[in-house]
């Protein structure tokens, strides 16, 4: 099966390029930029196209790799100016948007993909590198979504299916599990920061404990990767982090109460005595 490219920014040369190293017949790239297109092709010794038909009459799955606000207009702009062969298919790559964004294609006898890699794109040749690595979400038409698992079989990634109606649970998760986790390190070091810590010498400080829980979580699951005062019930500890946020940064004590009693409530799965209840008391407290 041949494949074709629309948009030919990180994602997309990354993602072409990945198919072609587990040999896949990926043609080319089509973007608004001809430059683009001929960087994509270049990494896949593949064809930069100059005419979007081309690449249509040339290839019968196209992913669309634009940025996600331009999905649907590139879907609706085919439907309308181009032909596209019936049975084709098309699958755009955002984690946010469902494969309702190219519904237009649909109505002209296509079928209809989004194909979302759960990691991260900062450049091509680190990404390059995850990808065989990465865990894939396929949403979108029952006819023809084995094409797609079979692909991702034979470049031996693991992948899981949704329905539309869950693509934003499914991409609500993704931030809070990545961009939030950000924010809740960024709020761990503002402790130091208070402290009189150098920045730099606290990143360095978390870090091993931020690894060590990652690789934990991998291994044990989250459950049994919680360590620490709640999970040990030690109500005095968690009473002295409390009164020093009192006296030293009241700012930040609403958020911590509120992750500490989530954290609880994750203890409280495995028992429930009256340390854990005494906790969720004063946790409880926002």
């Given at each position: 099966?041949?494949i074709?490219?629309?948009?030919?920014?990180?994602?997309?040369?990354?993602?072409?390029k990945?198919?072609?190293?587990?040999?896949?017949?990926?043609?080319g790239?089509?973007?608004?930029?001809f430059?683009?297109?001929?960087?994509?092709?270049?990494?896949?010794?593949?064809?930069?196209?100059?005419?979007?038909?081309?690449?249509?009459?040339?290839?019968?799955l196209?992913?669309?790799?634009?940025?996600?606000?331009?999905?649907?207009?590139?879907?609706?702009?085919?439907s309308?100016?181009y032909?596209?062969?019936?049975?084709q298919?098309?699958?755009?790559?955002s984690?946010?948007?469902?494969?309702?964004?190219?519904?237009?294609?649909?109505?002209?006898?296509?079928?209809?993909?989004?194909?979302?890699?759960?990691?991260?794109f900062?450049?091509?040749?680190?990404?390059?590198?995850?990808?065989?690595?990465?865990?894939?979400t396929i949403?979108?038409?029952?006819?023809?979504?084995?094409?797609?698992?079979?692909?991702?079989?034979?470049?031996?990634?693991?992948?899981?299916?949704?329905?539309?109606e869950?693509?934003?649970?499914?991409?609500?998760?993704?931030?809070?599990v990545?961009?939030?986790l950000?924010t809740l390190?960024?709020?761990?070091?503002k402790f130091?920061?208070?402290?009189?810590?150098?920045?730099?010498?606290?990143?360095?400080?978390?870090y091993?404990?931020?690894?060590?829980?990652i690789?934990?979580?991998?291994?044990?699951g989250?459950?049994?990767a919680?360590?620490?005062?709640?999970?040990?019930?030690?109500?005095?500890?968690?009473?002295?982090?409390?009164?020093?946020?009192?006296?030293?940064?009241p700012?930040?004590?609403?958020?911590?109460?509120?992750?500490?009693?989530?954290?609880?409530?994750?203890?409280?799965?495995d028992?429930?005595?009256?340390s854990?209840?005494?906790?969720?008391?004063?946790l409880?407290?926002?």
């Amino acid at each position: 099966m041949k494949i074709g490219f629309i948009g030919a920014g990180k994602v997309g040369c990354t993602f072409g390029k990945y198919l072609k190293k587990n040999g896949f017949d990926v043609v080319g790239y089509y973007s608004r930029s001809f430059e683009s297109a001929q960087k994509g092709a270049k990494e896949i010794e593949g064809i930069a196209f100059e005419s979007l038909q081309e690449l249509l009459d040339l290839t019968q799955l196209i992913f669309i790799t634009t940025p996600d606000d331009a999905i649907k207009k590139v879907a609706d702009e085919i439907s309308e100016y181009y032909n596209i062969k019936k049975g084709q298919i098309f699958v755009h790559m955002s984690g946010a948007l469902s494969s309702k964004e190219l519904v237009s294609l649909k109505q002209k006898g296509a079928y209809i993909y989004s194909l979302h890699p759960l990691q991260s794109f900062a450049d091509i040749k680190s990404a390059l590198e995850s990808l065989c690595f990465t865990v894939f979400t396929i949403e979108g038409d029952k006819e023809k979504i084995d094409i797609l698992k079979n692909i991702l079989e034979k470049c031996g990634n693991r992948f899981f299916t949704i329905t539309e109606e869950l693509k934003g649970l499914y991409h609500a998760s993704a931030c809070v599990v990545s961009n939030y986790l950000v924010t809740l390190i960024d709020y761990g070091l503002k402790f130091y920061e208070i402290m009189g810590v150098d920045k730099d010498l606290a990143i360095e400080a978390v870090y091993p404990l931020i690894k060590g829980t990652i690789e934990n979580i991998k291994e044990l699951g989250t459950k049994r990767a919680l360590t620490g005062p709640i999970k040990r019930g030690d109500v005095g500890t968690i009473v002295k982090h409390i009164e020093s946020l009192q006296n030293f940064a009241p700012e930040l004590l609403n958020l911590y109460k509120i992750l500490g009693y989530e954290t609880v409530k994750l203890t409280q799965e495995d028992c429930e005595n009256k340390s854990i209840l005494e906790l969720k008391k004063i946790l409880k407290e926002v």
